[in-house]
């Protein structure tokens, strides 16, 4: 194989597919960056197996062929380099970058042993959902954090997402707390129902804040998701299992004690209690609250030292003592850009419904930890 490429267009591609790519001792060789000429333009691919992510590129290709790199160190090479276009030369199994001053060499893996990724030619119109790339990077950073981040249960190791009765919804949970997010989506009539594995979701993200593409389209296929993103394919596994009944907890009532509180003081009451909480062997990031008349008190008592933030709220109801996890609340206010929180209670042992002031299409249940005596 012989390429003449431009240096910051392949590094792009580079950073790109590498979002697919884990170290993996057992396989190496998925552990690197596969190219290949075909088409008339030099193709990259990254997959852990689970998640494939690929592209390509236009260049001066002057023999055809492919690789297996290790794409760290040669990145790591190119940002160094200053010359615009750059020949890369494979010969006997090493790769050999050509510069005006220099010449570098690389050694590669066995392409042939690279696996085969069999990607089906979908045509544009088999891709049945679009979504603007923005909004659903903004979706993803509402919901993913509730996602549970462990796969010893893989059905909530994933973002549930929904499109029905023209509502798209998603839905993370770890079973210690739900985030539900809707919005309406009139493109399409058909019913759409997935659970994406949570480590294709981070990688999809950091792609969708990049590019000049305005819209992800996505479909699914023989239980294989499928996106596309102006010339980046991306596969994934779906999660085949069932996801937790979420309807029902959303919909349960009897909230009898409503909390309103300005989002930055909350936040910043907060993040003072993280301080004293976030290494309690006992109840790691659990602080007290104790909502009375128009008071809220937060109380964090840590190994060696203690803190009580006490404010004046908008508060209706009984008096209410509850230990709730410091961290849990500060992600989702830290995820909302509104300047009021409610939450919503019942008992010292029952969920806690957290919401942005009139906003009903944006819900956070967090369960309670247990009270001490």
């Avoid at 592209?55 to 760290?72: D, P, R, S, W, Y």
């Avoid at 090493?94 to 030619?121: C, G, K, V, W, Y």
């Avoid at 006490?310 to 709730?324: A, F, P, Q, R």
């Amino acid at each position: 194989m012989i390429l003449k490429v431009n240096r910051l267009e392949f590094l792009k591609k580079i950073k790109i597919v590498e979002k697919a790519i884990n170290e993996n001792k057992i396989r190496p060789i998925i552990s690197y960056v596969y190219m290949e000429t075909k088409e008339n333009k030099l193709w990259f691919c990254g997959t852990n197996l689970e998640l494939t992510i690929s592209t390509h590129m236009n260049c001066e290709i002057l023999k055809e062929g492919k690789a297996v790199f290790q794409h760290h160190l040669v990145e790591e090479y190119l940002k160094e380099i200053k010359d615009e276009e750059i020949t890369l030369n494979i010969e006997d199994d090493i790769l050999i970058i050509e510069t005006s001053d220099s010449a570098s060499e690389f050694t590669l893996m066995n392409a042939e042993e690279f696996p085969r990724i069999q990607e089906p030619e979908l045509r544009d119109e088999e891709f049945k959902f679009k979504l603007k790339k923005l909004d659903l990077a903004d979706y993803f950073d509402k919901i993913k954090f509730s996602a549970s981040m462990s796969s010893d249960n893989l059905s909530i190791n994933c973002i549930r997402l929904e499109i029905e009765e023209n509502k798209i919804k998603f839905i993370s949970t770890d079973t210690y707390r739900l985030t539900y997010l809707e919005h309406e989506y009139l493109d399409n009539i058909e019913t759409f129902k997935v659970s994406i594995p949570i480590n294709t979701i981070d990688a999809i993200s950091k792609l969708l804040r990049n590019g000049n593409e305005e819209e992800i389209a996505f479909t699914q296929k023989n239980k294989q998701l499928y996106f596309k993103l102006g010339n980046i394919s991306i596969v994934s596994r779906v999660i085949d299992l069932p996801f937790p009944n979420y309807k029902t907890i959303l919909e349960a009532s009897g909230y009898n004690k409503k909390l309103q509180i300005k989002r930055v003081d909350f936040e910043k009451m907060l993040k003072r209690i993280q301080i004293f909480v976030k290494n309690n062997s006992e109840s790691k990031f659990g602080a007290i609250f104790t909502l009375s008349n128009r008071n809220i008190a937060i109380e964090g008592i840590g190994e060696i030292a203690k803190a009580k933030e006490i404010s004046e709220v908008n508060y209706d109801g009984d008096n209410l003592k509850i230990s709730l996890n410091v961290k849990f609340l500060l992600e989702f206010i830290q995820s909302s850009d509104k300047e009021e929180i409610v939450l919503e209670f019942t008992t010292s042992n029952s969920a806690v419904r957290t919401r942005n002031i009139e906003e009903d299409n944006y819900t956070y249940i967090v369960m309670p930890l247990a009270l001490k005596a």
